[in-house]
């Protein structure tokens, strides 16, 4: 890749989140993010887990090296508890290989292959939490089939870690749908102690602001040569509304074939990659959501409805109350050409 | 004129008694009891039949008394790494005075719940008992291998490890069950009516697997079980499929391993009288496919969400 001048992400990037995700960390409390899909979260986990941009000191401080931000993927799960503490063990072992090592305990020896991987994940996390005194904030991407899947006593073990090493291990969740319904099989609300970790902490995690969005640009113009000009620029931030991976799949279409009509939202919307992407968008919703969208796109909305707007514009999704507005107007366009 | 006025003051009488005297009749019905407090206090269950109670008295609930089976669905089961759930059908009937025995302290206690209170709590019970019971059979069985599929076989219906399961599950409700005031039908046998395993779990082996891997743990059971238990597995409805053979009798139909119909003559040798589906009209043996969750969004479920500020 061509070596930028600027940055995939600005010093305040996700500034609210990024201030709501480190003060949570220093202080054990767990939180979870809501978001749709594309939504750009890579470069969050990106910035907690490997700061390649430095930035960390800004909002940890003196705090910076003694908080570590192992990620897992939920996509790469094999669907085993033994799979899952694995994948945790060695996010660990990856972000704080730096650290002493813990010491072999040879006393006990796990006769199953699942409880030996959560007693060697045990094993490292106390060990860093009570004896290393570091702080450790388990980043649980993509969280949706895990949370979906369970089964409970599995999902109830981050919460047995967690008590053993409390106000130094914490999680960052991110999921595109809510988490207790995701584990309504397994009646996750009411009866998952990890659940009330972050029960009162759930939040929308929204599209760029302005200024990431515009530096997201930037950032990929200049790594392909800057071949459009800020006009073009302009255009596709408002085509977009903020959305991270919008944003790449019409910058890279422009790139290719700009575009040589000035209805831009016919245009792009003819697109498979963009027609795919806004798919994808609306079917990380969840029905009732979809459903929603769907009538608000047509102006066939309902009085019933208006708790779901209101819970889609908290996502980001809508806006101005008065004559609700998407996001995006490819979306939206999208949205009432959708036929299923 | 005397006949008349002597008439007339029997009427009155008759009208004045029922107003003034210090008692009231209610007719309860068979199925029901009445939960009657004097005076704001806890003092009797009453009924079936005629029930005569002072006007000191109030009825402050009633409850259903029956001895009946119900369906009761337990998720979030874990039996030897294997999640699964299970819908138990089983007969029990409400009857605080039997569960109190001599204690009024305990019967007062035990009348304070409605029969939805009841019924969930009776959940509760049967979910310790299962946690319970397949701890302890997990911690019995010895799998023929070490294949992931042998940790799912403890959770089938009809397998001697899952009767097993079963018969733990029976003890320690008739000891819990009486604790809130039910007591269970010991002679009625508890019955596994809904099998929900993930299709994750069981995608990935095909039926002929599933049977070579049962005949290997379990080679003493008959070809009607293992095929049962197999079609347990796939998600076949638990019900038998019965069908008349002309000048025959009965007979009744399994799945085999290749998907076709067997045909067991002279009925199931498990007692079809412990499987309350038997009393239903025979259904089509086909697999039906676990409905997905229905995903809807309420007020409560729309409020979690927070916005960053």
């Known amino acids: 890749m061509t070596n930028t001048i600027t940055p995939r992400y600005g010093l305040t990037y996700r500034q609210s989140e990024i201030t709501l995700i480190c003060e949570a960390a220093k202080s054990g409390q767990s939180l979870c993010f809501v978001g749709i899909a594309g939504t750009g979260k890579s470069n969050i986990t990106n910035f907690l887990h490997s700061d390649p941009y430095n930035y960390k000191p800004h909002w940890l401080g003196k705090e910076t090296g003694t908080i570590h931000f192992p990620v897992i993927d939920g996509n790469t799960w094999d669907q085993t508890p033994e799979g899952l503490w694995k994948?945790?063990?060695?996010?660990?072992?990856?972000?704080?290989?730096?650290?002493?090592?813990?010491?072999?305990?040879?006393?006990?020896?796990?006769?199953?292959?699942?409880?030996k991987a959560l007693s060697d994940l045990k094993a490292r996390v106390n060990?860093?939490?009570?004896?290393?005194?570091?702080?450790?904030?388990?980043?649980?991407?993509?969280?949706?089939?895990?949370?979906?899947?369970?089964?409970?006593?599995?999902?109830?073990?981050?919460?047995?870690?967690?008590s053993e090493n409390r106000g130094r291990l914490s999680y960052l969740i991110f999921t595109k749908k809510l988490p207790h319904v995701l584990g309504r099989n397994h009646e996750l609300k009411g009866n998952s102690k990890f659940y009330d970790l972050f029960s009162n902490h759930i939040y929308a995690l929204g599209l760029y602001e302005h200024e990431d969005a515009?530096?997201?640009?930037?950032?990929?113009?200049?790594?392909?040569?800057?071949?459009?000009?800020?006009r073009d620029l302009t255009i596709i931030?408002?085509?977009?509304?903020?959305?991270?991976?919008?944003?790449?799949?019409?910058?890279?279409l422009w790139r290719g074939a700009p575009p040589e009509t000035a209805d831009f939202v016919a245009y792009f919307l003819e697109k498979n990659d963009v027609r795919d992407e806004c798919q994808r968008i609306l079917r990380g919703l969840h029905p009732g959501e979809q459903e929603v969208a769907l009538r608000v796109a047509r102006e066939e909305?309902?009085?019933?409805?208006?708790?779901?707007?209101?819970?889609?514009?908290?996502?980001?999704?809508?806006?101005?109350?008065?004559?609700?507005?998407w996001f995006s107007p490819v979306f939206a366009a999208f949205l009432r050409s959708y036929t299923g | 004129m005397d006949i008349f006025l002597v008439v007339l003051f029997v009427i009155a009488g008759i009208i004045a008694a029922v107003y003034l005297l210090p008692w009231q009749m209610q007719v309860v019905p068979e199925e029901e009891r009445l939960v009657v407090y004097r005076l704001g206090r806890f003092n009797r269950i009453a009924g079936p039949g005629l029930v005569r109670m002072s006007k000191l008295e109030t009825v402050h609930r009633t409850f259903n008394a029956v001895d009946k089976p119900r369906n009761i669905r337990i998720d979030g089961l874990f039996m030897r790494g294997v999640p699964f759930g299970y819908t138990l059908n089983l007969w029990y009937r409400v009857d605080p005075v039997a569960t109190a025995g001599d204690d009024p302290a305990q019967l007062t206690q035990l009348i304070h719940f409605d029969d939805k209170e009841r019924d969930k709590l009776v959940g509760t019970k049967v979910r310790e008992a299962l946690v319970a019971s397949?701890?302890?059979?997990?911690?019995?069985?010895?799998?023929?291998?070490?294949?992931?599929f042998y940790n799912v076989l403890p959770i089938v219906p009809g397998l001697p490890i899952n009767d097993r399961l079963l018969t733990l599950v029976r003890e320690k409700l008739a000891q819990t069950l009486p604790t809130i005031g039910a007591i269970l039908n010991q002679a009625q046998p508890i019955t596994i009516v809904g099998l929900n395993i993930s299709d994750d779990l069981i995608g990935s082996f095909s039926r002929e697997?599933?049977?070579?891997?049962?005949?290997?743990?379990?080679?003493?059971?008959?070809?009607?079980?293992?095929?049962?238990?197999?079609?347990?597995?796939a998600g076949i409805d638990m019900g038998r499929t019965r069908i008349s053979v002309e000048n025959s009798g009965n007979a009744s139909v399994a799945i085999d391993e290749q998907g076709g119909a067997r045909i067991f003559m002279g009925g199931n040798p498990r007692s079809t009288a412990a499987n309350p589906t038997a009393a239903q009209p025979a259904k089509p043996a086909v697999a039906q496919p676990t409905p997905a969750p229905v995903e809807t969004l309420s007020s409560a479920d729309l409020g979690v969400l927070k916005r960053v500020k």
């Open chain 2, 209 to 233: 697997r599933i049977t070579t891997l049962l005949r290997e743990q379990f080679p003493g059971l008959s070809e009607e079980v293992t095929l049962e238990a197999v079609g347990a597995i």
């Open chain 1, 301 to 325: 909305e309902t009085a019933d409805d208006q708790e779901v707007i209101d819970h889609l514009m908290r996502r980001g999704l809508l806006s101005n109350p008065g004559k609700l507005e």
């Open chain 1, 237 to 252: 931030e408002s085509l977009t509304g903020g959305h991270a991976r919008l944003i790449k799949v019409i910058f890279e």
């Open chain 1, 127 to 162: 060990w860093l939490c009570q004896e290393q005194k570091q702080q450790i904030m388990f980043i649980l991407d993509d969280f949706d089939r895990i949370l979906q899947l369970g089964p409970l006593p599995m999902l109830e073990q981050f919460n047995a870690l967690r």
């Open chain 2, 134 to 148: 397949a701890t302890q059979v997990g911690n019995e069985y010895k799998p023929a291998g070490d294949a992931y």
């Open chain 1, 214 to 230: 515009r530096q997201m640009l930037t950032y990929l113009n200049e790594g392909a040569g800057k071949p459009l000009g800020t």
């Open chain 1, 87 to 115: 994948q945790l063990l060695a996010a660990l072992t990856e972000t704080t290989q730096h650290l002493p090592q813990p010491p072999a305990d040879a006393k006990i020896t796990q006769l199953y292959q699942d409880q």
